[in-house]
């Protein structure tokens, strides 16, 4: 094994390690804001009190609400998308020979289309909320979306989807051959309008990435409303290279988040089921972008100016 290997192998085992620790004061200890005597103290107090371990912790001047946040924030992060990470570590060294590639998605999209592509690639992408970002066409690691496709590919040769497409169609029909920006702002309206129901109570699951179809019938979280607005404008001719589901951490509920991106010739806009209107990615100051992605490649972001890199999975 050579020293890059190793370095790579014991970055993901610190990373592995820091991920089965799931308690707060565990956390605390292993960056070492406390000491295993403090939060032994401190876990038996707040357990004679009953106080919560965080508010007796603040309340006795051990931890600051601030350091608490970050590292419950960090935490949760760093095991959202561990994969991701991976992934990324693997490519300085691995490349891509052997990675699955974008091209091998089965595009369910293009089979609802009801227009061929109507508008041009996108000619630049300005960085996304202040971000920069690294660009691989291996989507190895993004099982949720890979295996959302097969899953909507399948549902499109089921007679139970028929219905639930036809209404997708006539829905869109007055969309065609709208200028981009209003074409953005009417799929949001239309795709807001559904119902807001979480994983948990539809599929029993932190993070299910629903089809299209299963967004329609049941209703989803956000990046269900992400996937079925990207669906959307696909069937409305608008190129892979405009439209990405981005992956974001909601900076004011401390919560990662899901957004469809589409380029348009004005910018980058913003298609949000938290926010009523269509908004240009520049007029959102919350969101720090984690990665990007579509059917082409997936985009890692990283914060320009402490060049800190954030790792998430969405859930709202």
Not at 63 to 73: A, C, H
Not at 99 to 119: E, K, M, N, P, Y
Not at 125 to 131: A, M, T
Not at 169 to 177: A, F, I, N, T, V
Request: proline share 2%; glycine share 6%; net charge positive.
């Amino acid at each position: 094994m050579t020293n890059r290997h190793k370095k790579h192998r014991g970055i993901l085992s610190s990373l592995q390690s820091r991920l089965h620790k799931n308690r707060l004061g565990e956390l605390l200890v292993l960056d070492g804001i406390l000491s295993p005597q403090q939060l032994k103290y401190a876990l038996q107090t707040s357990r004679e009190t009953g106080a919560h371990l965080g508010d007796f912790l603040v309340a006795d001047n051990l931890v600051s609400r601030g350091t608490i946040r970050r590292t419950l924030i960090e935490q949760f992060t760093l095991r959202c998308l561990m994969t991701g990470v991976a992934l990324f570590i693997s490519m300085g060294s691995m490349g891509f020979a052997k990675q699955a590639r974008a091209g091998q998605i089965q595009d369910a999209t293009a089979r609802i289309s009801l227009v061929q592509t109507s508008f041009e690639n996108a000619a630049h992408y300005p960085k996304l909320f202040g971000s920069t970002e690294k660009q691989s066409t291996s989507l190895k690691a993004f099982t949720k979306w890979t295996d959302m496709f097969k899953r909507f590919n399948a549902s499109l040769n089921s007679s139970s989807s028929t219905g639930e497409i036809a209404k997708f169609k006539r829905d869109l029909e007055d969309l065609k051959g709208l200028p981009l920006n209003k074409m953005a702002t009417r799929v949001n309206d239309l795709m807001n309008a559904k119902r807001y129901v979480s994983d948990s109570a539809n599929y029993g699951q932190n993070d299910y990435w629903a089809t299209p179809i299963e967004f329609f019938k049941r209703g989803g979280d956000c990046e269900d409303y992400a996937i079925a607005k990207y669906t959307a404008l696909r069937a409305l001719g608008v190129p892979e290279s405009r439209l990405r589901i981005a992956i974001v951490q909601d900076m004011e509920k401390n919560i990662p988040h899901a957004v469809l991106i589409v380029y348009t010739d004005q910018g980058a806009v913003v298609l949000d089921n938290q926010i009523k209107k269509v908004v240009s990615a520049d007029n959102v100051r919350h969101y720090k972008p984690i990665f990007t992605i579509n059917q082409n490649a997936w985009w890692l972001h990283t914060a320009t100016k402490n060049n800190v890199t954030v790792v998430a999975s969405s859930s709202r």
